[in-house]
């Protein structure tokens, strides 16, 4: 069922959603709540289905490569943000990880149609702002910003 | 194109039905998830040799028509049962990808790219 947000009340909408690495039969449930969420404030389609692959494909990275981590969606009138955040080993350079086609997944992940080196890239051109920072070692943040307006 | 053109055109098997006379307006054979995300549209087919459940949650994502698993790939009780539960119609081809894709795009059902199948003036 969808969580339907008190929308006419409270023009903000805040979710949590933890997400466990390695943990491939739930892999997608995370975006599939966040896209029954959007639905639920009726945001224009175009907003819902770039929302829904970036959250896909950062639920899908915190799986394949983190220990543990989290989405998180804060949706204001103007726009939505989405912060993928985990505990894992982190990107060792950015650059080359934004890169088409780069991966660091294993190939029982490719096996799964992921770890193409896709990810990065599909969220980028879904959002209207990413930011990642990351430390080796301890972890990586995205921050993905797709506007309403 | 309708599903159920489809499913005559690729001698199909109905995994899961759904409403068979829904339209189809492109279509899209991949196994790699990301390039689904990527490229495809509303209403869009997939054609794929992968059978994980990651394939019908990525049809949930981006509201796919159906999935057509091809050269006789048949995918377990819990892709099915998710399928189910979403409403998702699932078909089985025992034609390989390349003439699955061939077969459709031949009969007008075109691609995401340049949107239109055989018989189609440029």
New interface residues.
Partial sequence: MAEVPAMSHDPSYDLKIPVIGHDFLRAGEAASRIKKVLQALNLPPQVIRRASISAYEAEMNIIIHAYRGQLALKVTPDALTLVAEDEGPGIQDIDLAMQEGYSTAPDEIREMGFGAGMGLPNIKKSADKLTITSTVGQGTRLEIVIRIS | MRLSEIVKILQAEVLVPADMERDVLTACGA?????V??FSK?RTLLL?G?T????V??A????LAGIVFVRGKRPGPEVLELARAQGLPLMLTRFPMYESCGLLFQAGLGGCMLGRGAGHEP
């Fill in positions: 196994d790699l998830m990301s390039d995300l990527t509303e794929t992968l994980t459940p990651q394939v949650r990525t949930e994502i981006i509201d």
